[in-house]
Nanobody, 128 residues
């Protein structure tokens, strides 16, 4: 079992930065891949970013590439999502997810079905 707890969401103005954190417990954090997803009201959940077990391989959705950065600190069992130059269209509930069956990432990491554990989500609201 893996428990994931997100934090760091909030209400911000467009153009500013925000950093989300997701702390994991229950299994060896450094052995599996992690991802961030988001879901806006009335929309389907969408992939944001993924990172492999060591942090040296990442993947991003085109919509956030160049603005968002995913990273992890295995000593702290935490994965981060640094969000810069936020736009109103970034507003959503952000979820972190763990894929404990894989340590590496690939194209399939963009599919939420690859992840077997999910956090409860943290709300990000961006005002224009």
């Amino acid at each position: 079992q893996v428990q994931l707890v997100e934090s760091g969401g909030g209400l911000v103005q467009a153009g500013v930065s925000l950093r989300l954190s997701c702390t994991a417990s229950g299994r060896t954090f450094s052995s599996y891949a992690m991802g961030w997803f988001r879901q806006a009201p009335g929309k389907e959940r969408e992939f944001v970013a993924a990172i492999n077990w060591s942090g040296d391989s990442t993947r991003y959705a085109d919509s956030v590439k160049g603005r968002f950065t995913i990273s992890r600190d295995n000593a702290k069992n935490t994965v981060y999502l640094q969000m810069n130059s936020l736009k109103p269209e970034d507003a959503a509930v952000y979820y972190c997810a763990a894929n404990t069956l894989r340590s590496q990432i690939g194209i399939s990491s963009m599919n939420g079905r690859q992840y077997n554990y999910w956090g409860q989500g943290t709300q990000v609201t961006v005002s224009s």
